[in-house]
C-alpha cells in the first residue's frame, strides 16, 4: 500500500502542506481533518508535485476542502500538480474552477 508524507511550512499569508505519495481513501485520514480544520483560519496551499496518485476519494476531499475554503474567505491553492493529480483533476471537469499556481507568488 502506498503511503502519504506531508510536510508543513508557514508563509506570510497561506499555511503550505507538501503532499508526496498517494492520497486517497486509504492514506488521507489524518490529514482530511487536518486541512478541513486549516482552511478555515488561512489560506492553504497543497503542493502536490510529488504525487504519484489521486484517487477519486482523495479528489472528492479536495473538492470538500476546497468549498470550504471559499465558504470562510480563504483560497486552497493547488501547486505544480504531477501529471497523475492534473489527469484526476481533468476527470473532474471541474479543473479550471480550481485555484492552480505554479509558484508560491502567485498567491493573491
Request: no cysteine; proline share 1%.
Amino acid at each position: 500500500m502506498d503511503q502519504l508524507a506531508i510536510t508543513e511550512k508557514d508563509g506570510a499569508n497561506y499555511h503550505l502542506y507538501i503532499l508526496e505519495g498517494a492520497l486517497n481513501a486509504y492514506t488521507m485520514g489524518e490529514f482530511q481533518n487536518t486541512l478541513y480544520e486549516a482552511v478555515i483560519f488561512k489560506n492553504i496551499v497543497l503542493d502536490m508535485s510529488e504525487l504519484v496518485e489521486l484517487d477519486p476519494s482523495g479528489v472528492g476531499f479536495l473538492m470538500a476542502a476546497f468549498n470550504d475554503a471559499e465558504e470562510y474567505g480563504h483560497k486552497l491553492y493547488f501547486l505544480s500538480l504531477s501529471n497523475e493529480a492534473e489527469k484526476a483533476l481533468a476527470a473532474t471537469g471541474f479543473k479550471n474552477e480550481f485555484h492552480l499556481i505554479n509558484s508560491i507568488t502567485e498567491i493573491g
